[in-house]
């Protein structure tokens, strides 16, 4: 199932999906042993959603302790680094959450003698087969998601489910990434873009171009496209709910 849900602002966007969020995650907790397992992203609008998440914790019914957290994506910078997205996530999501350590798996930093590729063989391991329940993905301009860029190697099918990536078209250049195959082991995949200049872009994804990484990559049970007015500019009026 693939909708699209289309809000006035980008303030809209935010409120509205740490609210669906939240619903979500409670839902999925009921109805699984074990924890609802997230994956996250970086961007701005993500981080906006995460502050709103943590702000709702206090009066839902979640339950803190299970929650699993992965990552998409990361800049390949040292831990200490205000580029990497784990940083300010982790922070902003421990001002509610326990962040237990076996649940809580942020990528590895640029700290060591690892380079991005022995990094990402390592996350790779330490994902397994992991589905994720949710997978959230900020999109950028050119249509990439996580850090697979399109026209771009990380983009080509790969040997493995977490890669690392070198010379990305965005700095920094040295990340690490989930796979297309990797993200698309998702039940749902959540896209979260604000924005006229991604107008284009989310129109040519949504019509499921093949060349661009939003084109293909879904969820096996439910893609949502959370979009403010602007992001949603170049679609069909009837094509979205509101
Ligand atoms: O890794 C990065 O350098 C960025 O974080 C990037 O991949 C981001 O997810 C998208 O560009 C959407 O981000 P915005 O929501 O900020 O537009």
């Not at 990497?84 to 326990?98: F, M, N, Q, S």
């Not at 990528?107 to 087969?129: H, Q, R, V, W």
């Amino acid at each position: 199932m693939e909708r699209v849900w289309r809000y006035a602002t980008s303030a809209d966007l935010t409120e509205a999906t740490a609210e669906r969020l939240m619903r979500r995650l409670v839902a999925i907790q009921a109805a699984q042993d074990g924890p609802a397992r997230l994956c996250l992203t970086g961007g701005r609008i993500a981080n906006r959603i995460y502050e709103a998440f943590t702000e709702l914790v206090d009066a839902s019914d979640l339950d803190q302790s299970r929650i699993e957290i992965w990552w998409g994506d990361e800049r390949f910078v040292p831990t200490e680094d205000p580029d990497r997205h784990a940083g300010y996530t982790l922070a902003i999501l421990a001002r509610k959450l326990p962040m237990t350590p076996s649940l809580t798996h942020p990528m590895p930093a640029a700290d060591g003698i690892a380079d991005n590729d022995a990094s990402a063989a390592a996350y790779a391991k330490e994902l397994g087969e992991t589905r994720f329940d949710i997978t959230l993905l900020g999109m950028g301009v050119d249509g990439h998601v996580a850090s697979i860029f399109p026209h771009h190697p990380s983009f080509a099918e790969q040997a493995h489910s977490v890669i690392g990536v070198s010379d990305a078209p965005l700095g920094p250049p040295s990340r690490i990434s989930m796979t297309v195959d990797t993200l698309n082991r998702s039940r749902q995949v959540w896209y979260l873009v604000a924005g006229e200049d991604k107008a284009e872009a989310v129109a040519e994804s949504i019509a499921g171009d093949p060349e661009i990484p939003a084109g293909v990559v879904r969820g096996t049970d439910t893609t949502l496209w959370l979009l403010d007015r602007s992001a949603a500019g170049l679609l069909p009026y009837h094509s979205c709910s509101f």
